[in-house]
Every structure is written in C-alpha cells, then in structure tokens.
C-alpha cells in the first residue's frame, strides 16, 4: 500500500510542521505541498530530503498546482488560510477563508472526489458545511469521508485536565471525549467521561471545574494572546492533525480496529445523535469509529452531567447558525 497525502496551505505556519510529520509517516509515499506562495516548492524541497519513503514534491497555485496536488490523492488535508490575532473570533475569518475553503474543495471534487478531507481551516463551523455543500453540488459528497479536525481541542482536555488536577506529566494518560464545535463555548469537553476518571475532587468544585472548561474552551485565545499578532496555534495544532491523521490512516489503510476520535462530522441521519442535541443539526463533533470507509460508526454521546446539560445548551445557541453560514455561503452567495 502507498498512500498520496496532499497538504493545501502547506507554506504556512501549520503546514510546513504537519508535512515534516506526514512524511515520517510510513504508509505515505507520495506527499504533494500546494500553496499560493512559491516558496511551497523550497519547503518541499527541504522536507524531501528526510530519509523516509515518500517522495515530497511542491505545487504552486498559480502554476495551475491543484490539479498536480490532488490528482491520485488518498487523503487531502487543509489547514490554508488566515489564522487570528488578538481581539478577533473565529468567526472573523470567514471573510476570507471560506471562499478558500470552497475553491479548495472544488478543487477535492475534479481530482480526487473519494479522497479522505481533513479540514483545519477556521471557522471550522462553518468552513466543514462550506466543503460539504461544494461536494454535494459536485455530486460527490460522502459523510464518512468528511472531517473537521478537533483533535486539538482532545488534546488541550487531555493536557488542560492533567494539570488542573495537580498531575501535569499525565496528559497522555487521559482520554476525554470533546463533542460539540470548534470556537469557544460550542467546544464541549467530556469531562465526565475521562477515562480514567477524573477526580471527584475537581467534579466537587464547581469554580475550579468551571475554570477548567473555560480553558479548554478559550485554549486557543491563550495562544492567539501570548503569540501577540503573530498567529495562532501552529506547533500544537500540527501535532493534532498529524495526530487525527495518523489515527484514520491506520484504521482506513492498514486494518487497525477500535480506532475512535472526536470530529466534527455530519450527523444529519444519526438519529441517535439528534434525539441527544434534542434538534435537527447537520454538524457536530462526536467520538467517531474510524475504519476503511472513514467514519464507520459515530458513537453516542454518552450520559452528560447536568453542567455538560448547560454546556451543550450554550452550543447548541451557537452552532447552528455557524452552520447554516457555511451552508448559506455556497447555496446562496452574496
Ligand atoms: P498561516 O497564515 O501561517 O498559513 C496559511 C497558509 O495558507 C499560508 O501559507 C497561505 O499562503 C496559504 N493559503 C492561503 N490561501 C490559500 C489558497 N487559496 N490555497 C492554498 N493555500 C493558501 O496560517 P496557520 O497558522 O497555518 O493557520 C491556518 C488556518 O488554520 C487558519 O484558518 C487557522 O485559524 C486554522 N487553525 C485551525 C485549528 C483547528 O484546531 N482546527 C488550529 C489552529 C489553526
Ligand atoms: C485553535 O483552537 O488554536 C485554533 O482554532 C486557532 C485559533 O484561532 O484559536
């Protein structure tokens, strides 16, 4: 097996870190850069020299790259666009990057329409309905093939949770379910269902509890703020894509079962999962049973505390309009 990866926006702050880690990964033999900007060819150049199977090759918009970059592509993955700076939303880039996004995955349904799509590019809100309605209008949308990439804020619980419990080395021992969106209060942490549990101690305290939902919640504010106009999460975010990633490729290419994360998928037909959010909703990030169609199986989302009631309440106050911006966006342009 040799897989192609495509990375778009593969210049930039996430993606030149997320292509060192993709090429490190064996089962990519082919991994294609494409971005707006040349310098794309030099970043490929430079991670074509790492001594692992897959040969690395850079492509330029401009030069009519995308079709190069997509044609044969097992799995595409897209972090282009703008990252925030202080004092801005999420929301605030939409602007730009979901006329990105949309070109993007046009490009995703010429080339390469049975591809896996891992969208990075905020808000992802909106940005993962944008890609799906372009599919969809292409004919070729499949909802297991989809994916929002929220593993950063899995990440974040696990990190975030481990030192608000006083145990800061044990991040990696904690796995907790993030459900909901991407962007502040529609992020939805699980902390009741860490396993292993957490502390009662931390569930008995509702100040600190809250703080620490709060954290995960604004992670990604703290960087925005301490990077002080330079950008976003980069280094941490491509650890997590890399992450998501490395989880589907294992579980779609090379057979590993019991593969589960959280992503921000369509759950239009899970009734399951629209009796729990109580409404009709197109997107939502739930634990997702990865195998070789993609998203095999979407898990429940379990029993929630009555403050993970309230949190979800919050989400659901935003997220649909998130969602049907997106939607907006492609059905009815402006
Ligand atoms: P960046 O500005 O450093 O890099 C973005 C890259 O995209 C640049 O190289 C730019 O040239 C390229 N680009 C712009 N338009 C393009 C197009 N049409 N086609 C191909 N490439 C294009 O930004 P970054 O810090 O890497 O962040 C990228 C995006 O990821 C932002 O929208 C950011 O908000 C988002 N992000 C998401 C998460 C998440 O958890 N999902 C985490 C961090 C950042
Ligand atoms: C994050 O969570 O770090 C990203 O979505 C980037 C951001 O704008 O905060």
Redesign the pocket.
């Given at each position: 097996m040799g897989l192609k990866t495509a990375v778009?926006?593969?210049?930039?702050?996430?993606?030149q870190p997320l292509a060192l880690l993709l090429k490190q990964n064996p089962a990519i033999t082919e991994l294609a850069l494409?971005?707006?900007?040349p310098v794309?060819k030099g970043v490929a150049a430079d991670i074509g020299h790492v001594d692992t199977p897959a040969v690395t090759q850079g492509y330029v918009?401009d030069e009519d790259g995308?079709k190069g970059a997509l044609t044969g592509a097992d799995l595409v993955v897209i972090?282009?666009?703008?990252?925030?700076k202080p004092g801005m939303t999420?929301d605030d880039?939409f602007n730009i990057?979901a006329g990105?996004v949309r070109?993007?995955a046009q490009g995703i349904a010429d080339f390469c329409p049975k591809a896996f799509v891992l969208?990075?590019?905020?808000?992802?809100n909106s940005t993962v309905p944008i890609a799906a309605e372009v599919l969809k209008a292409a004919g070729v949308f499949d909802p297991k093939r989809v994916f929002?990439?929220?593993?950063?804020?899995v990440v974040r619980a696990s990190t975030m949770s481990a030192q608000a419990i006083g145990k800061p080395n044990s991040a990696p021992e904690y796995t907790i379910p993030v459900v909901g969106g991407?962007s502040g209060v529609t992020i939805l942490p699980l902390l009741s269902q860490s396993s292993p549990s957490l502390p009662q101690s931390l569930f008995d305290d509702a100040d600190k509890l809250k703080a620490l939902v709060n954290r995960i919640q604004f992670g990604?504010d703290e960087v925005v703020q301490a990077k002080a106009g330079a950008?976003?999460?980069?280094l941490?975010?491509a650890y997590?894509?890399y992450k998501f990633a490395a989880q589907l490729i294992s579980a779609a290419f090379e057979g590993k079962k019991g593969v589960v994360a959280p992503s921000y998928v369509y759950v239009k037909d899970d009734a399951e999962i629209q009796k729990a959010v109580g409404q009709e909703l197109a997107f939502f990030s739930v634990p997702v049973e990865l195998g070789p169609n993609g998203a095999e199986k979407l898990h429940p989302l379990g029993q929630l505390s009555p403050y993970e009631q309230e949190l979800l309440q919050a989400c659901l106050g935003e997220l649909p309009g998130s969602i049907s911006k997106g939607v907006q966006f492609v059905q009815a342009p402006k």
């Amino acid at each position: 097996m040799g897989l192609k990866t495509a990375v778009l926006g593969a210049a930039g702050g996430i993606g030149q870190p997320l292509a060192l880690l993709l090429k490190q990964n064996p089962a990519i033999t082919e991994l294609a850069l494409f971005d707006v900007v040349p310098v794309v060819k030099g970043v490929a150049a430079d991670i074509g020299h790492v001594d692992t199977p897959a040969v690395t090759q850079g492509y330029v918009k401009d030069e009519d790259g995308l079709k190069g970059a997509l044609t044969g592509a097992d799995l595409v993955v897209i972090p282009a666009g703008v990252p925030r700076k202080p004092g801005m939303t999420r929301d605030d880039l939409f602007n730009i990057n979901a006329g990105i996004v949309r070109d993007l995955a046009q490009g995703i349904a010429d080339f390469c329409p049975k591809a896996f799509v891992l969208i990075i590019s905020n808000p992802v809100n909106s940005t993962v309905p944008i890609a799906a309605e372009v599919l969809k209008a292409a004919g070729v949308f499949d909802p297991k093939r989809v994916f929002g990439v929220t593993t950063l804020d899995v990440v974040r619980a696990s990190t975030m949770s481990a030192q608000a419990i006083g145990k800061p080395n044990s991040a990696p021992e904690y796995t907790i379910p993030v459900v909901g969106g991407h962007s502040g209060v529609t992020i939805l942490p699980l902390l009741s269902q860490s396993s292993p549990s957490l502390p009662q101690s931390l569930f008995d305290d509702a100040d600190k509890l809250k703080a620490l939902v709060n954290r995960i919640q604004f992670g990604g504010d703290e960087v925005v703020q301490a990077k002080a106009g330079a950008g976003s999460a980069t280094l941490s975010m491509a650890y997590a894509g890399y992450k998501f990633a490395a989880q589907l490729i294992s579980a779609a290419f090379e057979g590993k079962k019991g593969v589960v994360a959280p992503s921000y998928v369509y759950v239009k037909d899970d009734a399951e999962i629209q009796k729990a959010v109580g409404q009709e909703l197109a997107f939502f990030s739930v634990p997702v049973e990865l195998g070789p169609n993609g998203a095999e199986k979407l898990h429940p989302l379990g029993q929630l505390s009555p403050y993970e009631q309230e949190l979800l309440q919050a989400c659901l106050g935003e997220l649909p309009g998130s969602i049907s911006k997106g939607v907006q966006f492609v059905q009815a342009p402006k």
